[in-house]
């Protein structure tokens, strides 16, 4: 199940889940402490050089341990959905 | 004794520019002095020789490395601090364009190309240009990140609120509690947000 995360909102990623019709929950971190915590702060990133993420995916299974994950150095640069698809089948 | 030795030997207080035509003609160009040997070709004959000046062309051909290397996150280079190389370069280009420039312009009876620094001040310009394009964009390039999570590792237990105000936590979410069944895994996806 994927969930996704970001500095943004409430208000606006209701607005993004309704525009694009995702169904899976999207988390607010305004303050951007999770993902601080997850090490993936990306200082001054943002427009208006406000601190955001840095664009990264973790497959995670039931026991909290990361699976599969994706950092791309272009944000440009999204991960492919194979990989992903067979590193989720890969789990039991 | 300042009064017995202004009147005998004026060339020698001022050999550049006096002595050229009498004394320096005798002692021959001063070592080291490059304004000296100029002048005394000039006071000597009219076969003046003068040198080019490679400055504005190595400069110019930083910054067009300066430039290049913004490629070299494709040959496998760390992406993070190309920005920082590309801009350094190319302003060292910049800097020999210009000493080019003062050679050439400045010091134009020492120095020819006039024409072709101003040339390779224009072209390096623009690489320098490009090369400010590319450092500006590049605050979208991403930091490393090499403290996160990797693969096999445990990833900190964490709560945040979804769009609708419900505070969710990792442990929520491998719960039965979104879908009919508990999902297998989760997929985390951190994005830049400002949708």
């Not at chain 1, 208000?11 to 090490?39: C, M, Q, W």
């Not at chain 1, 991960?79 to 992903?84: I, K, M, N, S």
């Not at chain 2, 496998?76 to 190309?82: H, I, N, Q, S, T």
Request: charged share 20%; glycine share 8%; net charge positive.
């Amino acid at each position: 199940m994927p969930v996704a995360i970001s500095v943004d909102a409430q208000e606006v990623s209701e607005n993004l889940r309704h525009k694009r019709g995702y169904t899976f929950p999207f988390l607010s971190d305004p303050k951007a402490e999770v993902i601080r915590r997850f090490e993936l702060l990306h200082p001054r990133g943002g427009p208006d050089g406000t601190d955001i993420a840095r664009p990264a995916e973790f497959l995670i299974d039931r026991s909290g341990t990361v699976r599969w994950e994706n950092f791309t150095e272009d944000i440009r640069v999204r991960p492919r959905a194979d990989e992903l698809l067979a590193a989720a089948r890969s789990i039991r | 004794m300042v009064t017995q030795n202004l009147p005998k030997n004026p060339p020698q207080r001022h050999p550049v520019r006096f002595g050229v035509g009498i004394s320096a003609r005798q002692q021959g160009p001063v070592p080291g002095d490059r304004q000296a040997r100029c002048y005394t070709r000039i006071g000597m004959a009219d076969t003046t020789v003068r040198k080019r000046t490679l400055a504005p062309w190595m400069g110019m051909l930083l910054t067009v490395l300066g430039a290049l290397s913004n490629g070299l996150p494709f040959t496998g280079f760390p992406a993070a601090p190309v920005p920082s190389i590309s801009l350094l370069v190319s302003l060292i280009g910049i800097v020999l364009v210009l000493i080019g420039l003062w050679r050439a312009f400045g010091q134009s009876t020492a120095y020819k190309g006039k024409l072709t620094s101003a040339v390779a001040a224009v072209f390096s310009l623009l690489f320098l240009a490009g090369a400010i394009v590319f450092f500006w964009s590049a605050r979208h390039i991403p930091p490393e990140s090499a403290a996160a999570p990797q693969v096999g590792q445990q990833v900190p237990d964490f709560a945040l609120p979804d769009s609708t105000g419900h505070p969710v936590s990792l442990a929520q979410l491998f719960s039965d509690s979104v879908l009919n069944r508990p999902p297998k895994a989760v997929l985390l996806i951190f994005y830049r947000g400002y949708w």
